[in-house]
């Protein structure tokens, strides 16, 4: 599975966008990008995958460069609530499942 | 549709006891995955399994630590023989079978806190 880098930390308003970068030069042709988070000693949640489009979902958005070597997942609105450290990861997507690897992720602080 | 659920959540025991982790996975989930985060590290990817069946143990320690998901029943992680270093969060997470997109999603639980005095 390719390798991801994402900034150590970032801050974020409350009620401003939060935008996490994620660089994956690596990817394969057939490798997603899943965004994971894990808000502190809980388990990790899932937040939203995709391939090659933009997804968007209830919680957050995935805008994938066109090269597929990066992506942004965007919280529209932050809240305190959403204060977490948030994993990029990519790995083939396959129907016999299979594993995740996680990486150091990017701690988001949400301030008010 | 209750999500995956570990238990205990909170398990002590003494150096050189055995400790057992159960995972029951959300319903119609057949995979499994067991996950480790030391205190302030991240999480380490341990085991995948099937339905009685190991696919990826790559990240099991080789000694004191087995798993097994029955035909019936929960996905248990055991530790022999505990010693501190063992003292972590362990998570467990399932994804349905194969087929489509939503086959690739892993929910977790809310892990096992294992504490080795």
């Known amino acids: 599975d390719a390798k991801t880098t994402q900034p150590p930390s970032m801050d974020c308003a409350e009620g401003r966008a939060a935008n996490l970068p994620c660089n994956h030069s690596?990817?394969?042709?057939?490798?997603?990008v899943y965004w994971y988070r894990q808000i502190h000693s809980q388990g990790p949640q899932y937040i939203i995958h995709?391939?090659?489009n933009n997804e968007t979902n209830e919680m957050a958005s995935l805008i994938i460069t066109e090269d597929r070597k990066s992506s942004t997942l965007i919280l529209p609105h932050a809240t305190l609530r959403d204060t977490a450290v948030y994993y990029c990861?990519?790995?083939?997507?396959?129907?016999?499942?299979?594993?995740?690897?996680f990486g150091q992720g990017t701690e988001l602080s949400v301030k008010p | 549709n209750a999500g995956v659920m570990q238990n205990p959540r909170h398990l002590v025991r003494r150096r050189g006891q055995e400790a057992r982790l159960r995972c029951s996975p959300m319903?119609?989930?057949?995979?499994v995955y067991w996950y480790r985060q030391l205190p302030e590290e991240g999480l380490k990817f341990m085991v995948y399994l099937q339905k009685e069946n190991i696919i990826d143990e790559s990240g099991m320690p080789k000694e004191r630590f087995s798993a097994e998901f029955p035909k019936e029943g929960p996905s248990i992680l055991r530790i022999q023989q505990v010693v501190r270093g063992d003292s972590a969060a362990y998570f467990c997470?399932?994804?349905?079978?194969?087929?489509?997109?939503?086959?690739?999603?892993?929910?977790f639980g809310q892990g096992t806190r294992l504490t080795v005095v």
């Open positions: 690596t990817i394969s042709g057939n490798e997603y």
């Open positions: 319903k119609g989930h057949s995979h």
């Open positions: 997470a399932s994804s349905p079978p194969g087929g489509g997109r939503r086959s690739t999603e892993a929910f």
């Open positions: 995709g391939l090659k």
């Open positions: 990861i990519v790995r083939v997507s396959n129907n016999q499942g299979g594993k995740l690897i």
